[in-house]
């Protein structure tokens, strides 16, 4: 009997896969990714580390959930990065939950905020990465892992082709 040898993830393969990531306190989903990620496995780091490693070894088929500890990745939270200011402060472009803002400070750093809250007559803006101070789940199904091209490898995923525009302005006979 000949046994089918099934791909699993090592370093240079092409891996295909589906996550969303589950708040442990809520168990309310924060994030779900439904389109296919594609990357090659040690190429690119598309996920925390700690998932990343996690994948080693699976299969497409495979279901995994990952805890993770985003305090580990993203520090504790700074109070001193959320801002409430007086709405009319702020321009009407901004006023929006879950509108992000890039803001400069005096020494030309830049850091994204994101619109938290708006009650009343204030806004609140908050530049701690929105799982700061969560404990989350994980949870990946892979979907396709295969041998990645020497193309894939050069730039960490699939290499979608374009359109041949060289035949662009040519008349077709119909």
Known sequence: MTEISKDIITDGKYVELKYKVIDVKTD??????EYPLGYVQGVNEVLAPAVMQKLEG????DTI????????????????????????????????????????NDRGQTKSFLV??????????????PLCGRQVIFKLEVLTVRD???EEIEFGGKVEK?????GAGKQVPI
């Open 28 to 33: 309310s989903v924060l994030t779900e990714i």
């Open 58 to 61: 699976r299969a497409a088929g």
């Open 65 to 104: 959930e990952v805890p993770i500890d985003c305090n580990q990745l993203y520090g504790p939270r700074d109070e001193s990065l959320v801002i409430t200011e007086n709405i009319n402060n702020v321009p009407e472009e901004y006023r929006e939950v879950g509108t992000a803002i890039l803001m400069e």
């Open 116 to 129: 938290t809250r708006i009650a009343g007559d204030y806004i609140t803006i908050d530049g701690n990465n």
């Open 148 to 150: 990645a091209t020497e």
């Open 162 to 166: 374009g359109p041949d525009l060289a």
